[in-house]
């Protein structure tokens, strides 16, 4: 009895034939072509008009001010910066004076940090709603420390994945699969969702456009889009959109 792979081998046609059939498909193709067929142009793709929102990390979605601050404040050096330090935490600032930022720096470094840190309250099923709800394409975009980096980027996907996928059913798409990690985010505005794109950060970051999420770093600029809270944030960041960037579906 005859194999399945054996039939298969006896039904090829052989070179000449192949031949023949290949130029009669040719022929029949030209003449089935009517002019006005032909010059017909190929159906574009639809484009889609989906909002692409990138979502910074530390001070906007992770609390990591808290830990620092407390690790700080539980630091054997403590009394020689405490004076400075209280001057951030009461009037704010993007950079940490130098003697607070590489005790800040060594504590930021340590194992486990960035994947131990707290959510900021409500962070998480803000984003989620940005995605189910309104069908914003959500990615994260963070910056990774100079000290420790491979600590603070394992650390920050195994965050990303414990408060986001864990649990979900495989075959969704992972949030984790969804972290962009990179230092200069201004970048991002040079990609391929010019245009149709927000970026939500806490420090300013060149990129436009951006929405602030309200804390220390951005306290000293003004009359720039802010989402206050996550509590909030629908309110916030739907006034300021169509303004910054045009209707969106
Ligand atoms: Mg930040």
Known sequence: MASKSDNEHKALPSSSSLSKLLKDAKTNTTVSQSPSTASKPKPQKKTSQKLTVFVDLDGTIVDTDKAVFKALKEHPKYPEFKDELDKVEKEGGVEFPPTVDVVAKHIMAQPGFFANLEPIPGAIEALKAMQDKYGYDVWFLTAPVKHGIEECVKGKMLW??????????TGDVRWVDKVIIMKKKRFIGGGPVRGHFVLIDDTEQGVEPQIYF?????AHLEDVPRI????????????CLPSIVGPVN
Do not use: I, P, Q, Y
Not at 214 to 218: A, F, I, L, T
Not at 228 to 239: C, G, I, K, P, V
């Open 214 to 218: 309200k804390g220390r770093r951005n």
């Open 160 to 169: 990303v994945k414990k408060h986001f996928d864990l649990g979900k059913e």
């Open 228 to 239: 206050h809270s996550w509590a909030t944030w629908e309110t916030d960041f739907l006034a």
